[in-house]
């Protein structure tokens, strides 16, 4: 069956309306209940207060499509982008959830009719998993669904820690939480990887579509687990990996929402072969920057903002390996508006806002990136060993812009690794000297950055006032 993305939403919606879920609007990347996470990774944050009992709602089912970033925190794809088929920073987690309303029987059914009766997927290429002891879950799947005991497996806590493996699903270090179980495509023996549980798990074979959380503890920072009062059920299955099995394709970046920004990335950049890693890794970048500035994120040294920064630089080191002149990351806003706008209409409204602190980001890196890279490439020229030492990295961090994942990217792709030590004792240094210098006097970056903080609410950044005015003058 090929359906569009938009396609797959709406049959989502409509599936889970007719099971009297209520359709829930997709919350801001930006968690508003919770200082612990960087951004929203889950469709399930934007309900972490109501499976705790805190808050209560006039529905015990609801369904949505969750806007997410897995770009920082617990939850971290940056560095997937451009070598798996299956991440991205930014997508789309259609999720259902009960609160305290049905549990593992219900849920696992409406998971297995929604794949093979709505958008008719050939049941034999399904795999499920299960978390190692929960023989209720694995019961289920056999008997009541009839998946054949070759295709359920159980997954442990193999990594050591209790309650540490991949099929028991964590927000983040403290909330809730609980064990899984998972359904995975198998996209063809042609392609390198193996079963979930097997050494070659990782690779993109065996695609993970669907996580169906079995809500049960709140995780303490202590690491106790507190039952919670009433069992819930958290699901998450990523929009852009249904689609591509949908689409009859393999990877996230070949679906329809994708192959048009990939297209308009190459026009822009002057990119010739579509298939090179690059155009996937602007495109994937440019919806979380895209959607972070949305949601009220602009480029800063620290925090949110320094996540956002980071992938606009890297997107702009990719557009330059890929031939750019000049800036180009923000002209491709008008294609995302055109392929999501639609779905989000905030985007739309804000695409000047979105160009504009995008262009700005880029013109100020691209006046340091060259010189950078061509430092970077005259000390490689000359490095014996396969790392590259920390005092350049922090050169090139404080002097040139550039980001320790972005040289790390570059690292990676030439066989080399970052000595992140080196690094980390070169940056301890300087906040000494700085700190030491600041004692000799008032510290005027601390009254500066305190004024702007109540001056621009909402907005994390560090661009200075007549910038800020000048990007919301539309
Ligand atoms: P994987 O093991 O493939 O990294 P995950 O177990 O980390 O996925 P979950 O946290 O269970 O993913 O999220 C629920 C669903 O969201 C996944 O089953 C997948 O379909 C989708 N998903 C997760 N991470 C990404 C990502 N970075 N890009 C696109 N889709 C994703
Ligand atoms: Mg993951
Ligand atoms: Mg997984
Ligand atoms: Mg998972």
């Not at 949505?64 to 451009?82: F, I, M, T, W």
């Not at 099995?245 to 994708?258: A, C, K, M, P, R």
């Not at 155009?279 to 440019?286: A, E, G």
């Amino acid at each position: 069956m090929t359906m569009t993305s938009a396609k797959i939403r709406q049959a989502f919606f409509d599936y889970f309306a007719s099971k009297q879920h209520q359709v829930v609007a997709s919350s801001s990347l930006i968690p508003g209940n919770d200082a612990t996470l960087l951004f929203t990774n889950a469709g399930m944050v934007q309900f972490k207060d109501v499976f705790l009992g805190q808050d209560k709602r006039s529905y015990s089912r609801a369904v949505s499509a969750q806007r997410c970033v897995r770009a920082g925190g617990k939850h971290n794809d940056l560095e997937n982008v451009g070598y798996t088929a299956r991440h991205h920073t930014f997508f789309e987690m259609l999720g259902n959830f009960s609160f305290g309303d049905y549990f593992k029987r219900e849920a696992i059914n409406y998971a297995w009719q929604f794949l093979t009766e709505v958008v008719k997927l050939p049941k034999e290429k399904l795999l499920v998993t299960v978390y190692a002891t929960d023989d209720e879950a694995y019961d289920i799947w056999l008997t009541e669904i009839g998946v054949p005991a070759e295709r359920i497996v159980r997954i442990g806590d193999n990594k050591g820690a209790p309650y540490a493996s991949d099929n028991f699903w964590a927000m983040g270090d403290t909330g809730p939480c609980g064990p899984c179980t998972e359904i995975f495509y198998d996209h063809g023996e042609h392609i390198w990887g193996g079963p979930p549980g097997s050494p070659e798990e990782d690779g993109d074979r065996f695609i993970e579509i669907w996580n169906i959380v079995f809500m049960q503890f709140n995780r303490q920072a202590n690491g106790e687990m507190q039952p919670l009062a009433k069992p819930s059920i958290d699901t998450g299955m990523g929009l852009e990996r249904i689609a591509a099995i949908l689409q009859g394709v393999h990877s996230n970046y070949e679906i329809d929402t994708f192959v048009a920004l990939i297209k308009a990335a190459a026009e822009i950049t002057g990119a010739t072969d579509l298939a090179d890693k690059s155009l996937r890794v602007v495109s994937d970048h440019i919806r979380s920057c895209a959607f972070l500035i949305v949601d009220g994120v602009l480029p800063a040294n620290e925090g949110r903002g320094y996540v956002l920064r980071r992938i606009i630089r890297r997107a702009v080191r990719h557009g330059n390996k890929l031939g750019a002149k000049g800036a180009f990351f923000y002209k491709l806003v008008g294609a995302l508006v055109a392929q999501m706008g639609e779905a989000y209409p905030e985007l739309a409204e804000k695409q000047a806002v979105i160009e504009k602190a995008l262009r700005l980001e880029e013109e100020q890196f691209g006046k340091t990136l060259e010189r950078g890279l061509s430092i970077l490439d005259e000390e490689l020229a000359g490095l014996s060993g396969s790392v590259i030492p920390g005092d350049l990295v922090f050169k090139l961090y404080d002097t040139y812009g550039f980001p320790v994942d972005l040289t790390n990217d570059v690292a990676r792709e030439r066989n080399l690794t970052i000595d992140q030590q080196g690094f980390d004792a070169a940056m301890a240094a300087q906040r000494k000297r700085a700190q030491q210098a600041s004692n000799f006097g008032a510290d005027y970056n601390a009254t500066l950055s305190s004024h702007q903080q109540t001056a621009f609410t909402g907005y994390e950044h560090e661009f200075g006032d007549a910038t800020v005015v000048e990007i919301f003058s539309e």
